[in-house]
């Protein structure tokens, strides 16, 4: 379960980045008030073009950011003030996560693992269930940095659900991938939803949303232009496909 | 604490598969100072024995006269006379290495010596030609002493009759106070730079590249505490200076060691003393708190950094504030005092020239230790607030 109450963030522009971008103004209002609920055994989807705050909002719930006002709750407990219990709860990927690439990829998976503090047996067996799904073999114990970036997003995967997250939290997860490792993602997705996990992922590309998304927030300039179950935004649409309808919303918000 | 040596064991891991950070942290310190030394040492005495044998060619203007003087270059192979007019530009035929130096007699010279007066001679020579000059003055000094033991007998004299007072000048300092002036200034010069420039690459590596890779925010989302990720790094990067700057010791000893068949057998055994555990521990109970103060420093550079060239091109220019007053320690004069003993970087160059001379005052030590302690905590104390700050460590 994560609730999003009101929840507002405000970056202070250094003079730096003011010069850079020509603004006057000192700070900017990433995300204004916006209030969400994603459920268990539900898949969230967070859409919105680029700049639109996604990636903000996904960072706030991870407890990466503060937010400016509102409140946050992953799994019961407050991202402020029980930041540790929500990270032990959440597991996070991004399309841009990187890896150490020194080490192999057992060395990253067993150091996230204690990270987490996952128990020695608990861990050797979340760890072959995983290595299982994703089909990892022959190259677990090889340095990350000769991994193809299919293998490499395998791994980032592993890592992400090695202490068995109650959430899970995907920013752009296939941003970048072919296919075939965007399939990966797409059946973790799907097998989180299966047991039962709460997720919530960002993303443009409407095949992904169209396939998994039970409940479907939209986001612009740091407001929500839509927010509720994907069924019903389908009724409501007044044009003929996802796409359209995406660009429609956007445009017509333009100011 | 279970999180940061987690942290730590795992970055000294991915470190030490780091090709840059083995270079600079352990074969440059390590191997420098050898090398140096046995190149210098092969260049210097090969060069040193070549100007001692070479012949020199020597111009002179006898004016017509100081055929006694001249006698005294002849039938030597080191030196070459040849006899030049008045009209010849010797200072030029000098400057441009024709002549390794001429000798200008004055024309009353015999006159002048023999009738009691002072007859005079003018050598030009470059001091930067080596050895021109005390060759020369050591003929010379013998000719006027033959002539001065000449005129003593005329006048029936002794020669403590025109040497009233002998002085004696006798220097007490022990061989190890000696040793610890000249290179006891030098030696915590070296590992005070070792200690920073070890320091560099881990930092950068650790906190500027993984925020630049993404990797930052992989660890950010796991239950360990945001002071435990600093402090797992900060130890890191506090032990590879530790490291580097200790292996530079080690090389320059072991250099000194190699080299030493040309120092005197005396000094050696000063060098030996210093390697006395107490003064070890001494030494490295300073550099403790001083590489500290580094990783703090460097933490809070690479953390404001957003790339690796951003993060380097902070570095260099902070390379001359930590010489800067490692310099000042190397200065004649300067003395471990109340005043000095508070400064950073220079109070730990003055405390170990001190510890290698044997001269320590405890008192002083302690306030050395005790300020660069405090030093250490301000750097941490700033590096803590730095990391907290969240433009700090996420990525637009």
Same mark, same amino acid.
């Given at each position: 379960? =994560?609730?999003?109450?009101?929840?507002?963030?405000?970056?202070?522009?250094?003079?730096?980045?003011?010069?850079?971008?020509?603004?006057?103004?000192?700070?900017?209002?990433?995300?204004?008030?916006?209030?969400?609920?994603?459920?268990?055994?539900?898949?969230?989807?967070?859409?919105?073009?680029?700049?639109?705050?996604?990636?903000?909002?996904?960072?706030?719930?991870?407890?990466?950011?503060?937010?400016?006002?509102?409140?946050?709750?992953? #799994?019961?407990?407050?991202?402020?003030?029980?930041?540790?219990?929500?990270?032990?709860?959440?597991?996070? =990927?991004?399309?841009?996560?990187?890896?150490?690439?020194?080490?192999?990829?057992?060395?990253?998976?067993?150091?996230?693992?204690?990270?987490?503090?996952?128990?020695?047996?608990?861990?050797?067996?979340?760890?072959?269930?995983?290595?299982?799904? *994703?089909? &990892?073999?022959?190259?677990?114990?090889?340095?990350?940095?000769?991994?193809?970036?299919?293998?490499?997003?395998?791994?980032? *995967?592993?890592?992400?659900?090695?202490?068995?997250?109650?959430?899970?939290?995907?920013?752009?997860?296939?941003?970048? *991938?072919?296919?075939?490792? #965007?399939?990966?993602?797409?059946?973790?997705?799907?097998?989180?939803?299966?047991?039962?996990?709460?997720?919530?992922?960002?993303?443009? &590309?409407?095949?992904?949303?169209?396939? *998994?998304?039970?409940?479907?927030? =939209?986001?612009?300039?740091?407001?929500?232009?839509?927010?509720?179950?994907?069924?019903?935004?389908?009724?409501?649409?007044?044009?003929?496909?996802?796409?359209?309808?995406?660009?429609?919303?956007?445009?017509?918000?333009?100011? | 604490?279970?999180?940061?040596?987690?942290?730590?064991?795992?970055?000294?891991?991915?470190?030490?598969?780091?090709?840059?950070?083995?270079?600079?942290?352990?074969?440059?310190?390590?191997?420098?100072?050898?090398?140096?030394?046995?190149?210098?040492? +092969?260049?210097?005495?090969?060069?040193?024995?070549?100007?001692?044998?070479?012949?020199?060619?020597?111009?002179? /203007?006898?004016?017509?006269?100081?055929?006694?003087?001249?006698?005294?270059?002849? /039938?030597?192979?080191?030196?070459?006379?040849?006899?030049?007019?008045?009209?010849?530009?010797?200072?030029?035929?000098?400057?441009?290495?024709?002549?390794?130096?001429?000798?200008?007699?004055?024309?009353?010279?015999?006159?002048?010596?023999?009738?009691?007066?002072?007859?005079?001679?003018?050598?030009?020579?470059?001091?930067?030609?080596?050895?021109?000059?005390?060759?020369?003055?050591? @003929?010379?000094?013998?000719?006027?002493?033959?002539?001065?033991?000449?005129?003593?007998?005329?006048?029936?004299?002794?020669?403590?009759?025109?040497?009233?007072?002998?002085?004696?000048?006798?220097?007490?300092?022990?061989?190890?106070?000696?040793?610890?002036?000249?290179?006891?200034?030098?030696?915590?010069?070296?590992?005070?730079?070792?200690?920073?420039?070890?320091?560099?690459?881990?930092?950068?590596?650790?906190?500027?590249?993984?925020?630049?890779?993404?990797?930052?925010?992989?660890?950010?989302?796991?239950?360990?505490?945001?002071?435990?990720?600093?402090?797992?790094?900060?130890?890191?990067?506090?032990?590879?200076?530790?490291?580097?700057?200790?292996?530079?010791?080690?090389?320059?000893?072991?250099?000194? +060691?190699?080299?030493?068949?040309?120092?005197?057998?005396? @000094?050696?055994?000063?060098?030996?003393?210093?390697?006395?555990?107490?003064?070890?521990?001494?030494?490295?109970?300073?550099?403790?708190?001083?590489?500290?103060?580094?990783?703090?420093?460097?933490?809070? @550079?690479?953390?404001?950094?957003?790339?690796?060239?951003?993060?380097?091109?902070?570095?260099?220019?902070?390379?001359?504030?930590?010489?800067?007053?490692?310099?000042?320690?190397?200065?004649?004069?300067?003395?471990?005092?109340?005043?000095?003993?508070?400064?950073? @970087?220079?109070?730990?160059?003055?405390?170990?020239?001190?510890?290698?001379?044997?001269?320590?005052?405890?008192?002083?030590?302690?306030?050395?230790?005790?300020?660069?302690?405090?030093?250490?905590?301000?750097?941490?104390?700033?590096?803590?607030?730095?990391?907290?700050?969240?433009?700090?460590?996420?990525?637009?």
């Amino acid at each position: 379960m =994560i609730q999003v109450e009101n929840v507002s963030k405000v970056f202070k522009i250094t003079k730096k980045l003011k010069k850079e971008l020509d603004i006057q103004q000192d700070s900017i209002k990433a995300i204004d008030n916006v209030s969400f609920e994603c459920k268990p055994g539900r898949i969230f989807s967070l859409m919105g073009p680029n700049g639109a705050g996604k990636t903000t909002i996904l960072r706030m719930i991870a407890t990466i950011l503060k937010p400016t006002s509102g409140n946050i709750t992953v #799994a019961g407990f407050n991202t402020i003030k029980e930041d540790q219990k929500v990270r032990q709860k959440i597991g996070f =990927i991004t399309g841009s996560t990187g890896l150490y690439e020194r080490l192999t990829t057992n060395e990253l998976v067993k150091y996230f693992a204690d990270l987490y503090g996952v128990e020695k047996s608990v861990f050797e067996k979340r760890k072959g269930e995983l290595y299982d799904i *994703l089909n &990892i073999t022959g190259f677990a114990n090889k340095k990350i940095g000769q991994l193809s970036s299919g293998m490499k997003q395998k791994v980032s *995967l592993v890592r992400t659900m090695i202490h068995d997250p109650e959430v899970v939290v995907f920013d752009e997860p296939t941003s970048g *991938l072919d296919v075939i490792a #965007a399939k990966n993602i797409i059946e973790l997705i799907k097998q989180c939803k299966n047991q039962h996990k709460t997720v919530i992922f960002s993303s443009h &590309i409407m095949s992904e949303v169209d396939l *998994l998304c039970d409940d479907l927030a =939209i986001i612009h300039k740091g407001s929500l232009l839509y927010n509720g179950p994907m069924d019903d935004f389908r009724k409501q649409m007044k044009t003929k496909n996802l796409t359209e309808e995406f660009i429609y919303l956007v445009e017509t918000h333009k100011n | 604490m279970k999180n940061i040596i987690i942290i730590t064991r795992k970055e000294i891991t991915d470190l030490l598969r780091d090709r840059r950070t083995l270079m600079t942290m352990i074969v440059i310190p390590l191997l420098m100072f050898p090398l140096i030394f046995s190149i210098m040492g +092969k260049f210097t005495s090969t060069q040193i024995k070549k100007e001692q044998e070479k012949a020199l060619n020597i111009g002179i /203007n006898d004016n017509g006269n100081a055929s006694q003087f001249r006698q005294l270059f002849n /039938n030597r192979k080191d030196i070459k006379i040849t006899n030049y007019s008045k009209a010849v530009k010797f200072d030029t035929l000098v400057q441009s290495g024709k002549l390794d130096g001429a000798i200008l007699i004055s024309d009353n010279f015999d006159s002048n010596i023999g009738t009691m007066k002072t007859g005079q001679i003018t050598l030009l020579y470059k001091s930067a030609n080596w050895g021109v000059r005390e060759r020369l003055m050591d @003929i010379m000094g013998k000719y006027k002493n033959s002539l001065m033991d000449e005129r003593l007998a005329k006048l029936n004299l002794q020669r403590p009759a025109i040497d009233p007072v002998e002085i004696k000048i006798q220097d007490i300092s022990t061989q190890r106070e000696k040793i610890g002036q000249s290179i006891g200034g030098f030696i915590p010069y070296i590992f005070i730079i070792f200690g920073f420039i070890g320091c560099i690459y881990p930092a950068i590596d650790l906190f500027t590249n993984e925020k630049e890779r993404g990797t930052l925010e992989t660890i950010l989302v796991t239950p360990v505490k945001r002071l435990e990720i600093l402090f797992g790094k900060m130890i890191v990067v506090s032990l590879t200076g530790l490291v580097s700057a200790i292996l530079s010791i080690v090389g320059l000893s072991f250099g000194l +060691k190699q080299f030493s068949k040309a120092l005197p057998q005396d @000094i050696m055994g000063t060098l030996v003393n210093f390697i006395e555990p107490s003064n070890v521990i001494m030494l490295v109970a300073m550099l403790i708190p001083l590489v500290v103060f580094f990783a703090g420093i460097m933490t809070l @550079i690479t953390t404001y950094a957003k790339s690796y060239k951003e993060a380097q091109s902070i570095v260099s220019p902070m390379m001359i504030l930590i010489v800067l007053p490692a310099i000042m320690g190397l200065m004649p004069g300067m003395e471990l005092t109340a005043l000095t003993a508070i400064i950073p @970087i220079t109070n730990i160059a003055l405390a170990s020239k001190e510890i290698i001379s044997g001269t320590i005052n405890y008192s002083l030590y302690a306030m050395v230790l005790a300020s660069l302690l405090i030093y250490a905590v301000i750097s941490v104390a700033l590096a803590v607030k730095w990391f907290s700050k969240e433009s700090n460590i996420v990525k637009a």
